[in-house]
């Protein structure tokens, strides 16, 4: 596992019907990035440090969605998407993030698409639009394409191969010499689904899905479909998504083809963790993007 900085300033929000915890990195003055991490019901640490690759150029918030991480909560109300766009909205507002630049990763993608649909729309009356999009492998547009990953992700973890890699694990005695070690690894194993190959699921940031915020987040949208609704968003998108994520590649395709001011970029090789499977055509892909729309530097 990975050693992960200390963050420049972190604290809790005071504007959430509960505190969210948020942290700041990177270069303060700096364009800010928002960023959003995945689950539902997980928490913004396992994005680290891979995604302060960003931090040489940018100041890059995170904060961890209500039900998750630090974020934990006692009130029994069901954390719907509604209760995160609306969260994801104070947040913005109460850190000052104006211009907003979101990148939203796996879950973060499409709760990213949803807050912006929400502030077109107007639903979220403290919705701030967005000023561009990063979706980083963002989860299935509509309820068809979750099912199609799911079936894919779970043909993957029996695969002959994961079979092998655990077997391997198992016999290693890494259990008796080093338990903190055969704990990571387990972990790592328990996610390889996600790899294009997954012997490459390695240096990873272990994490904890709360697994009634992550249903009841997914039994909020329903039978849902976004496609039809993204049309009216003109906000400038980059999009990358790995070939050989168990996310269909066409969840993605529809998102780009829905959206007027949207670009697709599919990385080789690569599934549904790119800063950790392909760093360097992601983050190249992402810098030439926002470069594009960063304010230009006082002369």
């Known amino acids: 596992m990975s050693c992960i900085p200390d963050p420049l ?3 809790f929000t005071t504007t959430t019907d509960v505190p969210l915890y948020w942290c700041r990195y990177g270069r303060v003055g700096r364009p800010r ?19 302060l690759e960003l931090a040489d150029a940018y100041e890059l918030l995170f904060y961890d969605q209500r039900g998750g991480g630090r974020s934990r909560t006692d ?9 995160h766009a609306a969260d994801l909205a104070r947040v913005v507002r109460e850190l000052g993030l104006k211009p907003l630049s979101l990148i939203g990763y796996s879950f973060g993608g ?24 990063v979706l980083i492998d963002p ?18 973890q ?14 290693s005695g890494l259990r008796e010499r080093d338990p903190a070690a055969y704990k990571q690894r387990l972990f790592e194993l328990g996610v390889a689904g996600y790899f294009a190959h997954p012997e490459r699921a390695h240096d990873l940031t272990p994490f ?19 496609t039809p609704s993204l049309r009216d968003v003109r906000v400038p998108t980059l999009i990358v998504h790995g070939a050989e994520d168990p996310i269909p590649v066409g969840s993605s395709r529809a998102i780009a083809g829905a959206m007027p001011s949207a670009e697709l970029v599919t990385i080789d090789d690569c599934g549904h963790v790119p800063y950790v499977e392909q760093p360097v ?19």
């Open 9 to 11: 300033e972190s604290g």
């Open 208 to 226: 904890r899905v709360i697994g009634k915020v992550q249903q009841s987040v997914w039994e909020s949208l329903g039978d849902y479909d976004l």
């Open 75 to 83: 009130d029994p109300a069901p954390i719907t998407w509604r209760t």
């Open 139 to 156: 989860a299935p547009v509509n309820r068809e394409y979750r099912r199609a990953f799911e079936a894919e992700f779970a043909r993957r």
């Open 158 to 171: 029996a695969s002959p191969a994961w079979h092998a890699l655990r077997e391997a694990l198992l016999a």
């Open 281 to 299: 055509p992601l983050f190249g892909a992402i810098r030439r993007f926002l470069a594009a729309g960063d304010p230009k530097p006082l002369s």
């Open 110 to 133: 499409l709760l990213a698409l949803l807050y912006t649909v929400e502030s077109v729309h107007g639903t979220t009356p403290d919705a701030d639009r967005p000023a561009r999009l």
């Open 33 to 51: 990035l928002l960023v959003l991490h995945g689950g539902p019901g997980a928490s913004h640490d396992y994005l680290l440090p891979q995604m």
